[in-house]
């Protein structure tokens, strides 16, 4: 036997009323054989076959019990399925998992998500799927089980991953390895972790479009904590190498001489000679290789040529130079350029001008050469021999 409820249009509150009044009067009828139950408006309904109560309405919802938090903890021994709507501290459908609640994926929000079985489209071996909106689809990322991941492009191989394991680069174990490819799938930079004695450290190189080595960033040899930095030029030679050593210091090589750069505003420091390289102008494939004045002190200069009128030359110095030279330190050298002198004699000097007369009250009038040198400000007290350990705290200027 089907039992229905038939809900008179007019009053659906008395109607519905009046049904579970029905079903208390007759519970044998009910439950005695296969029943179902349908609430609707339209008196010709009939509850689907395999529901125990269909709620049919096109105009109103269905309210299940509305509580808080704390009233629905308070529900004893709740079975598994039991289904309320929280209505404070994350709102939305609860059930009963058979040991907790457990909210409904999106109640509260768009509603309860229907999970479906993806459809599987185009799909190529070794590549991972991804969903398109409608199925599955072969991504751009291939895996083929050897450690290498592939990520590609609008160009195919712009980019590898490689998890773990020997690098197709070069013989180095590492425990992460980045390659980026240009559109012609040639290897143009690469960042790694490499192994070291007490653990692993980073490690970057880039290439140029030749494919030869242009920089470096990664550690300094054996010093896994000490950070190197490496320029090479177009035939992949390191032409320039910074880095920290174990003491502390910063270290400078160019072209293969070595520097200490003691404190970063006072000096550079070279274990070699100081010079510079030009191309020879008359010579191809020669240059000149200069190399620079060194003294036990530092020393400024100036120098030029001026012209003695009636026995006497009065020559004046730049203000740039006055404002940087020590003028106790002044030492002025001069060379008469005319053959018939009787000599010359530096008769007053100072930063505001140099005297230069002939000898023997001589009236000759020619010109003459000179140069002029002075201590630079703030370095009157330049040591020479100084004890190794305090180098670096005085370099740049005077030592107590």
Known sequence: MKISLLLPKSNFRIGFIAGCFSMILFPNLLFAQSVGVVISKDNEANPAASAILDVQSTEKGMLIPRMTKAQRDGISSPSSGL???????????????????????????????????????????????????????????????????????????????YSDGISSSSDAYVNGWVVARDPNNNDRAYLAALPSNTGHYGYMETTGPNGTLNNRISIYPNKPNNGYIALADDRGELRAEMWADSDGKGKLRLDNILADIVTANQVVTYNGTKHFVIDHPNQPGKQIVYACVEGPEAAMYMRGTAKLVNGKAIINLPEHYRVLAVESSMTVHVTPLSKSSTGLAVTAKNLDGIVVEELMNGSGSYELDWEVKCVRRGFEDYRVVRDKANTSTFLGGTQD
Do not use: C, M
């Open 83 to 161: 289904l309320i709507y929280q209505t404070n501290d994350s709102p939305g459908f609860y059930y009963h998992n058979g040991a907790s609640w457990e909210a409904l994926k999106n109640s509260g929000s768009e509603g309860i998500t229907k999970e479906i079985d993806p459809k599987v489209g185009d799909n190529i071996e070794n590549y991972l799927s991804k969903w398109d909106g409608s199925q599955l689809i072969a991504s751009k990322i291939k895996d083929d089980g050897s450690g290498e991941i592939d990520i590609e492009g609008s160009v195919r191989n712009t980019g590898r991953i």
